[in-house]
């Protein structure tokens, strides 16, 4: 028996080593430029991709994103996702090996009374070896449909992470939304407090006999209609709120986003940028892309090799005993099948096939194409929109100081009475607008940082020598 084995396996080498190098199909190369844009070489996860947002020193922020990463249900579905994928593979990459299953068997027959001998007699066989049986991968089918499950399985996990980076955003960018509902809720507040300080010196002019009730009248329609954005503020608050509470898999009526500061967080210093890198490497999305790229291509070959004939070997080895049930060297059995199937009459639809597989390669790179394109727009409409938000910011700070001393001016002038009420009106008017505002793009300007964020996937960091936040350098 030992004998045997070694011719088995002997002849398994030599069969490997003379069909196990042929693959038919094209063998895959990653796109090194998409329409003249040149590509990184290799995706990787830049420094800060998974802790970014700490940059903004914000306590609360941070405990929020932790709750996320722990308890999203979203995220964790992705991860399952990347163990199912390389579970896939693992079994894929499986095929091209032997199988043996052991078995046992034993049977008893009893012969019937009226046979003309061993009448009645009871006679048993046994069995136990195991049955062998291997794909001879002759045109590297099995390892073309290997290489698409490995490649699919690295996709799933690149898709964890971008998932991870879509997360991280999504609870930075609601976060933005409660604390900017919060501040127009804080603002409109103080709005309204002032308002009825003007109101009351309007109250005491006309209890002097120096105005009238239409000026009261025309006072008190601004407070109501300063009044009526409370609601839609506090609802803003309260639907962000139950954002969140979604994100860190926490029933909303449960959980509260507690705040410590009326400012949204943001960096002490604008943004300065480097120089021009090739931050696609970052993008989890261009990865994911080129990944089913790769899979579809080996796709190809999986379908080609159905052109030729499919060589597989079975056979048993072990013993078989009758009519006894010892086992020993007397008893060693062993059978050998080689066998051949080829699809001869289907080379057609083969050949349909191998159009549809080489048809879905041409829309996986079109579809990488694009993601590349579409990354690079937004990551240059995310530097753009910043650099927008920081110069509204800048003149909306100068627009609230000169609205503020405005009415300040107007309201001595108006107690004073050398200017009309619809003097003090209108700049009371402008300053609340103008206050407002100021806090719209406050909340327009964390958002669009974040968006920066989500854009190069992290790729950016707050430099310690400068303290400005710059692009992330080879």
Not at 40 to 56: I, S
Not at 113 to 139: K, V
Not at 211 to 226: H, P, T
Not at 415 to 437: K, N
Request: aromatic share 8%; glycine share 4%; with cysteine.
């Amino acid at each position: 028996m030992r004998k045997t084995l070694r011719l088995t396996a002997i002849s398994m080498a030599l069969a490997s080593l003379l069909f196990g190098c042929a693959s038919v199909g094209p063998s895959y190369a990653a796109p090194v430029a998409a329409n003249q844009v040149q590509l990184p070489v290799e995706y990787r996860a830049a420094d800060k991709a998974q802790n970014w947002w700490q940059q903004f020193n914000d306590p609360v922020l941070n405990q929020l994103i932790e709750k996320a990463l722990l308890n999203n249900q979203t995220l964790a579905a992705a991860e399952a996702n990347v163990k199912r994928a390389y579970a896939a593979f693992e079994d894929s990459d499986n095929d091209g090996l032997p199988r043996m299953d052991v078995t046992a068997s034993q049977q008893n027959n009893q012969v019937p009374d009226s046979a003309a001998q061993n009448a009645g007699q009871i006679q048993r066989q046994a069995s136990l070896g195991g049955a062998l049986s291997w794909d001879l991968d002759l045109f590297g089918k099995l390892r073309r449909a290997a290489e698409a499950a490995d490649a699919r399985a690295q996709g799933a996990e690149l898709a964890w992470q971008e998932a991870k980076v879509q997360l991280l955003a999504q609870v930075a960018a609601s976060y933005g939304d409660y604390r900017g509902a919060e501040l127009r809720l804080t603002v409109a507040e103080q709005n309204l407090g002032n308002l009825r300080r003007t109101k009351q010196i309007i109250l005491a002019r006309r209890d002097a006999g120096f105005a009238s009730d239409l000026e009261i009248s025309r006072i008190d329609a601004q407070i109501y209609q300063l009044q009526s954005t409370l609601p839609q503020f506090a609802f803003a608050k309260a639907q962000a709120n139950a954002t969140i509470a979604a994100l860190v898999a926490q029933p909303a009526e449960q959980f509260v986003v507690a705040t410590k500061s009326e400012a949204l967080p943001e960096l002490n210093k604008p943004l300065s940028f480097a120089n021009q890198h090739n931050y696609l490497k970052f993008r989890t999305d261009v990865a994911v892309a080129e990944r089913e790229l790769a899979a579809s291509t080996a796709d190809i070959g999986v379908a080609t090799a159905e052109l030729y004939p499919e060589v597989s070997v079975s056979g048993f080895l072990g013993f078989i005993s009758s009519p006894g049930l010892s086992l020993g060297s007397q008893n060693e059995a062993w059978s050998i099948a080689p066998s051949l199937r080829w699809q001869a009459t289907e080379l057609s639809s083969i050949q349909a096939r191998i159009r549809g597989a080489e048809a879905e390669q041409q829309m996986a790179f079109a579809r990488f194409q694009q993601t590349v394109f579409d990354a690079l727009a937004q990551m240059q409409t995310s530097l753009q929109g910043y650099r927008t938000s920081r110069e509204q910011q800048l003149s909306a700070q100068q627009q609230v100081a000169a609205t503020e001393q405005a009415v300040q001016l107007t309201r001595a002038q108006y107690e004073a009475g050398t200017t009309e009420f619809l003097d003090l009106l209108d700049a009371e008017r402008e300053w609340l607008a103008a206050r407002d505002q100021q806090a719209v793009l406050s909340a327009q300007s964390f958002q669009r940082l974040v968006s920066i964020y989500r854009a190069f996937s992290g790729g950016i960091e707050l430099d310690q020598g400068t303290q400005q936040l710059a692009l992330v350098k080879e």
